[in-house]
C-alpha cells in the first residue's frame, strides 16, 4: 500500500521541526492577542462554492468532493477562511463584546492539483483571520505577523508584495472596464477564460493559460479605478506598515486566487535565487463583503494563511536549523529486571514532575542502556539496582563528566533541578516550574 499522490508521511526529523514550527506559532499568537479556532475538515459543498467562488480554480477544479451516506454534498476544505466564516456566523460572534474578533487556525487543507515541488494535495496551513475591523492599521498588523514570523526564524530572502482590489464600487468600475476590453479578443481566449468573462472578468487576469498573451499585457489596470475611499485605505495600510518596519513591493498585477478578497491583498514571496516556481510563502487580504455572502451580517474581515510545506522547504534552502536535538533530562536504567517496578514508577514520577525521562523497554544488558543514553542525549543515568532500593539512595552519573553521585529516593527531583540550573547549556530563567530550564 503507498500513500495517496500528493500526500506525505511525518515522522522523525521533519516531525520534530514542524511541532517546533506550530508551539513558536501557538506563543506568537498569543503575543499577538489571537484566540485558537478549530473547525471541520469537511463543510457543506455550498460553503466554499459561495465563499471561494465559483470561477476560482480552486472551486472549479481542485476541490475534494463527496457525497455523504445522506446524499448531502461535502467537501474536504481546500482552504480555511470560508469555515472559519461559517463558524464566525453560525456562533454569533459578532455579538461577542470583545472587538474585533481576531482568531487563528492550523490544519490540513486539500486541493486536488498537479503535485510538484511546494505543491501538494493534503497541505497544512497556519492562518489568522479578523473580523469587525476596518482600520487599514489591522491590515498592516496582519501582514506583519508572517513577516516576524519568518523574522523569528532567520529566514532572510522574504519579499512581500501588496496590492488593493479596491471596495465594490471600485471593482465594478474597473469590472466594466475589462468587459469593454476584453469583448474584441474574445475569440482569442481560452474556454475558461471565456466563461471568466461572463461571470468573473477579473479572473481573466489570473489565467495561467492565457498570461503570455500580449492582450493580458495591455489590459487596463486596477489601480486606476480605485475611488478616493480605496486609494486612502491603501496609503493608510502603506503608512502603517512603514511604521512597522516592513518593507514592501506595490505589485499592481497582484490579484489572488479566491474571489472574496477587497482592498488590500497581499503575499509574501521566497526571493532566492533557485527557489523554484512555488515561491509564494503566504497570502492574504481583506474580505469585507464574504460575511454577508456567507449569510451573516455585514463586517468587514482580513485575514492570510501560510503554507507549512513552502516554509520548511524555504529554512532549508537557508539552511537554518530549528532549536534543539530531543534529549533527555535522564534516563533510568534498571540493574535487573527485578527493579523493573521501581524503574517505572521513578520515571512516571519524574516526568510527573516536568522533566523530560525515558527507561529501557528493549530488556538490553548494562553496556547496551548505557550506549543507548548517549543515543538519546540523556544528561543523566539513574540505576535502580538491589542495594538503591534497600537504602532508598540512588546511583546518578552525569553522562558528560561520567562523575557519579550518589542522590536520595526523596531528594532526585531537586538535585535534577539544582544540576539543570548549574548547567549553562539550559540558560532560561522562565517562570514556568515544569520548564527545569528548558524552555526555548
Ligand atoms: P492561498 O493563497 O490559496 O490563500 O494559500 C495560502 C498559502 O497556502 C499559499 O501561499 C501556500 O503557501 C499554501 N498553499 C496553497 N496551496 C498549496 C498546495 N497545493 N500545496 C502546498 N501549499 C499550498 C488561502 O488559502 C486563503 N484562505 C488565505 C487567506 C486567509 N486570505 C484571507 N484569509
Given at each position: 500500500m503507498q500513500k495517496p499522490k500528493g500526500t506525505y508521511d511525518v515522522y522523525g526529523e521533519k516531525a520534530r521541526k514542524i511541532q517546533y514550527l506550530e508551539k513558536l506559532l501557538a506563543s506568537l499568537m498569543e503575543k499577538y492577542h489571537y484566540q485558537y479556532m478549530r473547525t471541520p475538515i469537511f463543510e457543506a459543498s455550498e460553503l466554499f462554492h459561495r465563499g471561494v467562488g465559483e470561477t476560482t480554480d480552486i472551486v472549479s477544479k481542485e476541490t475534494y468532493d463527496f457525497k455523504d451516506r445522506g446524499n448531502r454534498d461535502m467537501t474536504l476544505r481546500p482552504e480555511g477562511t470560508a469555515g472559519i466564516v461559517r463558524s464566525f456566523i453560525e456562533n454569533k460572534l459578532y455579538g461577542e463584546a470583545s472587538q474585533p474578533i481576531k482568531a487563528w487556525y492550523l490544519g490540513p487543507m486539500y486541493r486536488y492539483e498537479r503535485p510538484q515541488s511546494g505543491r501538494f494535495r493534503e497541505f497544512y496551513q497556519f492562518g489568522v483571520e479578523t473580523f469587525g475591523s476596518n482600520d487599514p492599521a489591522l491590515d498592516a498588523e496582519v501582514i506583519s505577523i508572517p513577516v516576524n514570523f519568518y523574522r523569528l526564524l532567520g529566514l532572510k530572502g522574504i519579499k512581500v508584495n501588496i496590492n488593493s482590489l479596491g471596495d465594490n464600487d471600485s471593482r465594478n468600475r474597473y469590472r466594466e472596464a475589462l468587459l469593454d476590453y476584453f469583448k474584441p479578443h474574445l475569440e482569442n481566449l481560452c474556454e475558461d477564460c471565456q466563461k471568466r468573462y461572463q461571470?468573473?472578468?477579473?479572473r481573466i487576469l489570473d489565467c495561467k493559460v492565457d498570461a503570455n498573451l500580449d492582450i493580458m499585457k495591455h489590459a487596463p489596470k486596477l489601480q486606476d479605478y480605485l475611488n478616493e475611499e480605496s486609494r486612502k485605505h491603501f496609503d493608510q495600510v502603506k503608512k502603517y506598515l512603514e511604521a512597522l518596519g516592513i518593507e514592501y513591493v506595490v505589485n499592481p498585477n497582484l490579484v489572488r486566487g479566491l474571489d472574496y478578497y477587497t482592498y488590500t491583498v497581499f503575499e509574501v514571496e521566497a526571493s532566492v535565487e533557485g527557489f523554484g516556481s512555488q515561491n509564494v510563502l503566504c497570502g492574504g487580504g481583506r474580505y469585507n463583503n464574504l460575511v454577508e455572502t456567507i449569510g451573516g451580517p455585514s463586517t468587514p474581515g482580513v485575514g492570510f494563511a501560510l503554507g507549512f510545506e513552502r516554509l520548511l522547504t524555504a529554512l532549508e534552502f537557508e539552511e537554518i536549523t530549528l532549536g534543539d536535538e530531543d534529549y533527555l533530562d535522564a534516563y533510568v536504567i534498571p540493574v535487573t529486571s527485578d527493579q523493573k517496578c521501581e524503574a517505572l514508577s521513578l520515571t512516571q514520577a519524574l516526568r510527573l514532575s516536568g522533566f523530560q525521562v525515558d527507561t529501557d523497554y528493549?530488556?538490553?544488558?548494562m553496556k547496551g542502556n548505557f550506549k543507548a543514553s548517549t543515543r538519546f542525549l540523556a544528561n543523566y543515568v539513574i540505576l535502580i539496582g538491589e542495594e538503591e532500593i534497600k537504602s532508598n539512595i540512588l546511583t546518578v552519573k552525569d553522562n558528560h563528566s561520567k562523575e557519579e553521585f550518589k542522590v536520595a529516593l526523596a531528594d532526585i527531583v531537586s538535585f535534577l533541578d539544582h544540576m539543570s540550573a548549574e548547567d549553562e547549556t539550559y540558560g532560561c530563567d522562565c517562570d514556568d516550574d515544569t520548564c527545569h530550564g528548558h524552555c526555548h
Open positions: 461571470k468573473n472578468p477579473l528493549m530488556n538490553r544488558n
